[in-house]
């Protein structure tokens, strides 16, 4: 991110560097360590505007500014705002800028972070901008690996929704910056989009794609598991047959490393067998979290 | 009255014009995209020569636009790059060739190309135009990132 006098934002995972992306990770280390001023942000308004349900970001992003002393403000529901009688997104951050030190914004539409930040005067955080970018997710998916494993040159195995799942999306692209190899997992049709494989590709990052989850999970460190939409599928039954060949259960692991670890940025649905939680490769209840350290740092990257 | 031959070998296949800009050494087939880049249409008041397919010694055929009374700027030059990298603009003063340039491919382009992702917020009612950055891999949209690698002419708005 570029300093200096102008408003710095965070949008996405691909305007940081390897550099700036392990700064955050250490900050974010530093904080879970309780080493932080929990007045550091005392005075400040977070504006917490989501356009699209959120449980897990939300609360997060919410509890990270109240752990430094700050307060949040929100719209509560979309349909209560003055989005729902017609204003543009433009206006709607002309007007909230005004009121706050910060925003947060998650929209169902791709870009509308960027656009946020053209017209905000104050700094603006991406908590997801439909099938784009969710760079605080990334960066805490990052952090999760990391408490268990250097992320340098580890197989990481991507399962699921590789073509909607935006936060399969970035953390490609950001493990790209680690020399991960990756394998890829997916239903026909819910592949990784072709323009970003061939972009990682061009960045030296190697992938493998597999059509069987149990022949991956020997050789990989890390699981990405996202979750398949229902919507995705033309009937129930279809939907039914794809999901349980992704799902993973306690005897699809009896192969695995040692250390590798499960992740998935929730909520699950199928996926992920509930007997799984047990096991100590289960990491997504702490990647979840880790949601909190993170935002923390983000928010005093930003605001101060 | 001469054949079409012997005025082709005149460089007079499209009339001579007073004032306005010839665009010269357009990529063979080329030509209506040009016009269509510039944003020339039927309700436009431009008077317009178009001629396509015209042999030539470099590029084994190119095609020719001449605009009356209408001197291009450089911005608008600069979009011609985009579908014809090879095109040469003469603006033409009473009779002669007052300037002669090449044309760059722009960095960015603004408000030329609408994003193809219906998703992107740039297609939405918002108070922006759209924003493509020039890279070697295609436009990349500077809000959703897609990238346009092919056919970009149906993307011009």
Sequence with gaps: MKGGVRTQHIISIGDFNRDEIDRLLDHAGQIDKKQFDPDALVGKILAVLFFEPSTRTRMSFESAMARLGGTSLSVGSVDACSMAKGETLADTIRVVSGYADAIVIRHPKEGAARLAAEFSTVPVINAGDGAGQHPSQTLLDLYTIRQSMPIDGIDVALVGDLRYGRTAHSLASALSLYN????????????????????????GTEIVEHDDISEVIPNVDVLYVTRIQRERFPDSASYFNVSSSYRITPELLENARKHLIILHPLPRVDEIDPRVDESPHAKYFEQSQNGVPMRMAMLLQVMQ | MKTSEAAENEGLLVRRIKNGTVIDHIDGGEALNVVKILGITGATQEALSIATNVPSRNMGRKDIVKLTNRELSKEEVNRIALISPHATINIIRNFKVWEKKGVEIPQVIEGIVRCPNPGCISNTNEPITSKFEVTPKG???????????????????
Excluded at chain 2, 150 to 157: E, G, N
């Design chain 1, 180 to 203: 991960a190899r990756l394998h890829t997992i997916s239903p026909t049709g819910l592949e990784l989009p072709a323009t970003l494989a061939a972009e990682l590709r061009d960045n």
């Design chain 2, 139 to 157: 436009l990349h949209c500077k809000y959703c990132d897609w990238v346009i690698t092919k056919d970009l002419t149906s993307h011009i708005i």
